[in-house]
């Protein structure tokens, strides 16, 4: 199966159990899911995490906090569960990050996570989601057919999109770096999935990030981890 940005071919990936047969998958740059503003952290006796729409006065002295996940999950292209696309040639049509039950979980307990201790109760904190690759690397709504994620798959696009290994560049990473470093935050947390490959996709993502949280950098679990590792 061979994968591409536009005409570009990136390189291919296997087949594997589960995966209807396909030639190709093309991405197109308007597919992109966008890094997104999501709410505020405010301390205010206790930690609380306030969405964007409901906190217009975010005063006081404001810090920006960078949450890092893998790439877009199906939800990042729905409204209320329906996919959205071009009515002329069907192409992706991006709504945010973390779109659906990923959301849903940062939303209600981020305020819940280990590293809130680290964070400075006098500043409110502006949280920033990105996707380390803004495509959706499980290409779920790129198969006809699919009846569910397989993590194989997706690992297998992730990899070959984050070392690019076909043209010898590593463009992905240098635009993920280039995103953080546009968006400037004062602390970056690492909740990328990890994953079924060694070294796992969170480290590999890691190594990107490097120091560039200016107050502090953290891992953590993707918020829709599995059984006893899900944010609570």
């Given amino acids: 199966m061979d994968i591409y940005e536009g005409q570009n071919l990136i390189d291919c990936v296997k087949q594997y159990s589960g995966v209807p047969l396909q030639k190709n998958i093309t991405y197109t740059v308007s597919e992109k899911v966008s890094d997104d503003i999501r709410g505020y952290l405010v301390f205010n006796g206790n930690w609380h995490f306030y969405k964007k729409n409901q906190y217009s006065s975010a005063e006081g002295h404001k810090k920006k906090l960078a949450l890092v996940l893998e790439s877009p999950h199906k939800d990042e292209y ?6 959205q696309r071009t009515p002329n040639n069907g192409t992706l049509i991006p709504q945010r990050p973390a779109n659906g039950f990923a959301g849903n979980q940062i939303d209600h307990f981020i305020q819940n996570r280990p590293w809130i201790k680290r964070l400075s109760t006098s500043n409110i904190y ?3 989601i990105m996707n ?3 495509y959706q690397c499980s290409a779920y709504d790129y198969i006809q057919g699919m009846k569910k994620t397989v993590r194989r798959l997706t690992d297998a696009i992730f990899l070959v999109m984050w070392n690019n290994t076909k043209t010898g560049t590593t463009h992905f990473q240098s635009d993920f770096a280039n995103r953080i470093k546009r968006y400037s935050p004062d602390v970056i947390i690492n909740a990328c999935t990890k994953g079924t490959c060694v070294p796992n996709l969170q480290m590999k993502v890691a190594n990107v990030i490097g120091n560039m949280a200016s107050d502090f950098y953290a891992i953590d679990y ?4 599995p059984r006893r590792f899900r944010w609570r």
């Fill in 132 to 134: 380390a690759i803004q």
């Fill in 126 to 128: 502006e949280v920033f």
């Fill in 222 to 225: 993707h918020p829709a981890n």
């Fill in 78 to 83: 729905r409204i209320n569960k329906v996919l």
